[in-house]
């Protein structure tokens, strides 16, 4: 993934340059700490260019994992962006702001490492994995399945889901069932499917800690930190795999290297950094919006460039499950705007 194709750093993560030197670590005004009830039209302009970044950049990284995995291993290619991408962002975290950037206790820097984990080795690991077997299109609609494990999640924390957000997880369940048939049938690899809907319920699960632990104050070190220890633990999975065995440097196409070099300076710095920071600024199923943005770009741009098929299942199940993504997220922003009038009153 970019998310988790890309969408990684929270990525997440992984995250990205949507977010500006100085930007606020904690929500912003009118967005309380778990996001829930934020009022979106107070946000900053900020949060809005960084969606659209996440939404564009994400969107893509689905095509350029494909293109990366066709000549490279999966989990070592991951290792060797993130690792990349962590180095080059704390090299300017370093000029930007010296040693106090890095500066964090035990607790911050697990917390950091545990996302960092979930987001890119559980969660954008298993995609890339996934990729290699499963055409990039339907791997971005089978990732936008994340909103409704968020959901479950959230259930499982204690709120109470209300009946629509429930009709949008089944809805949205059903649309995975549609979109997996051709594994079933045995035109895709089965395990590939598998492992990119594993990889949807870590990278969930890694979102939800993300708002609920404590992270670095610094949101570029916390990124760096995450991608860092994510890149290690792709690399680990990846050398216990045996994925450096049979791998010849020279015989990685360009358009494979040119690919990585993508995902690392956009991927990752730029989008990763950018998703990492609306986790804290803005309510998580505004940020969850990105889900239903980027299978559409996604799955265009494996037609346009890889000659990708658009067969019934895949639009007939990619719509259904951007239809149950998209219920359960306005039902979340109407709950959201109705608490916060009942707010402004009292």
């Given at each position: 993934m970019t998310a988790p194709a890309d969408r990684g750093p929270v990525a997440p993560a992984p995250a990205r340059p949507g977010a500006v030197a100085g930007a606020p670590t904690k929500p912003l005004a009118g967005a309380p700490a778990d996001g829930s009830a934020a009022v979106v039209g107070r946000l900053g302009a900020g949060v809005w260019v960084a969606l659209a970044v996440v939404y564009v950049v994400w969107g893509s990284t689905y095509l350029a994992i494909r293109i990366a995995v066709e000549t490279m291993p999966s989990f070592l290619s991951a290792a060797a962006r993130f690792l990349t991408a962590g180095l080059l962002l704390a090299?300017?975290?370093?000029?930007?702001?010296?040693?106090?950037?890095?500066?964090?206790?035990?607790?911050?820097?697990?917390?950091?490492?545990?996302?960092?984990?979930?987001?890119l080795t559980g969660g954008n690991g298993l995609v890339v994995l996934g990729e290699t077997s499963v055409p990039s299109g339907l791997a971005a609609l089978l990732v936008a399945a994340v909103p409704l494990w968020m959901v479950l999640l959230t259930a499982a924390g204690g709120d109470r889901p209300k009946r629509a957000e429930l009709s949008g997880v089944l809805l949205g369940l059903v649309g995975l069932a549609v979109l997996s048939a051709p594994a079933i049938g045995g035109d895709i690899a089965p395990a590939g499917v598998v492992a990119i809907i594993g990889g949807t319920v870590t990278w969930a699960f890694g979102s939800f800690a993300a708002k609920r632990i404590t992270m670095p104050a610094n949101v570029f070190a916390s990124s760096a930190y995450q991608m860092l220890a994510g890149g290690l633990g792709d690399l680990l999975i990846g050398l216990l795999r045996g994925e450096q065995h049979g791998l010849r440097l020279g015989e990685v196409s360009t358009r494979s290297w040119l690919a990585l070099a993508f995902l690392?300076?956009?991927g990752s710095l730029v989008a990763f950094t950018a998703y990492a920071w609306l986790l804290r600024a803005a309510p998580l199923t505004l940020v969850a919006t990105y889900a239903y943005v980027n299978p559409v770009v996604a799955v265009l741009?494996?037609?346009?460039?890889?000659?990708?098929?658009?067969?019934?299942?895949t639009l007939l199940g990619g719509a259904v499950v951007v239809a149950g993504v998209c219920l359960v997220v306005s039902v979340s922003r109407s709950s959201a705007r109705s608490s916060s009038r009942r707010s402004a009153r009292r």
């Open positions: 090299g300017f975290v370093a000029v930007r702001h010296g040693r106090a950037g890095f500066r964090v206790d035990l607790r911050q820097l697990g917390s950091a490492a545990l996302v960092g984990g979930l987001l690392v300076v956009f741009l494996g037609w346009l460039v890889l000659a990708e098929p658009l067969t019934g299942p």
